[in-house]
């Protein structure tokens, strides 16, 4: 059983560019949710799909976007790069009713 | 909002001894969990031990447990037995128990196990 995968595994950007982030679930998660961890730092929220739909939003900009797909896959897309987007950024699903995230290795995102 | 705090932003023992990470939190709710995750320097985010704010009994994952003071608003993490594998940040992070599935995350702590 497959856990939670994410690709690409690094990106390098330079600044203005936009860029899309994937991520398989679990299997049998419904719901999922992307986090922006800086360096040192804990994670922070961006926003959470359940149903295709965005279910709940943490403070960013609408820069940072995304979509879940009927397969309970999801992209964050992020445009109009800035420096301070360099970050990992992580995907963890879970079910819908459930409250235990299991999170996937992440994406190194590198904003030049 | 709910807030969570970690002191200590580095810790160093030697294996096998018992250490012990502080939390802190800061909620208006009254039904919420509590989380402690384990990153490697892999980086995967690995859940260590949970707590449901209701349970009154302290959360016990083999050599993990947790000492939950609610009145307080403490979840500290003890590792007994320390091992090197040990070795990695640790998140404390919290979650209302009603609407979506919002983790807010703590500082951490990078804990070091020595030889």
């Known amino acids: 059983d497959a856990g939670v995968t994410q690709s690409p595994t690094h990106l390098i950007k330079t600044r203005g560019q936009q860029v899309t982030l994937r991520c398989s679930p679990k299997?049998?998660?419904?719901?999922v949710s992307w986090y922006q961890q800086a360096l040192g730092q804990g994670p922070q929220f961006i926003f959470q799909?359940?149903?295709?739909?965005?279910?709940q939003r943490g403070n960013f900009p609408d820069r940072f976007s995304g979509h879940q797909f009927p397969n309970y896959s999801s992209e964050l897309n992020v445009n109009a790069l800035l420096l301070g987007d360099s970050a990992l950024y992580l995907c963890?699903?879970?079910?819908?009713?459930?409250?235990?995230?299991?999170f996937g290795p992440g994406t190194r995102l590198t904003v030049l | 909002a709910q807030t969570v705090t970690q002191s200590q932003p580095e810790m160093s023992v030697q294996e096998a001894e018992t250490v012990t990470l502080s939390c802190t939190y800061d909620t208006s709710e009254s039904n919420y969990y509590l989380f402690w995750y384990k990153q490697p320097p892999s980086r995967q985010m690995i859940l260590v031990i949970r707590q449901e704010a209701y349970k009154q009994q302290n959360a016990t994952e083999n050599r993990f447990s947790v000492n939950f003071q609610k009145a307080a608003k403490s979840f500290s993490l003890k590792i007994s037995d320390s091992q090197l594998g040990d070795t990695a940040m640790y998140f404390c992070?919290?979650?209302?128990?009603?609407?979506?599935?919002?983790?807010?995350f703590g500082q951490g702590t990078r804990l070091t196990i020595n030889p």
């Open positions: 799909y359940y149903e295709e739909e965005e279910r």
């Open positions: 963890a699903s879970s079910l819908v009713w459930g409250d235990e995230q299991f």
């Open positions: 992070a919290f979650m209302k128990g009603t609407g979506a599935q919002k983790l807010v």
């Open positions: 299997s049998g998660h419904d719901t």
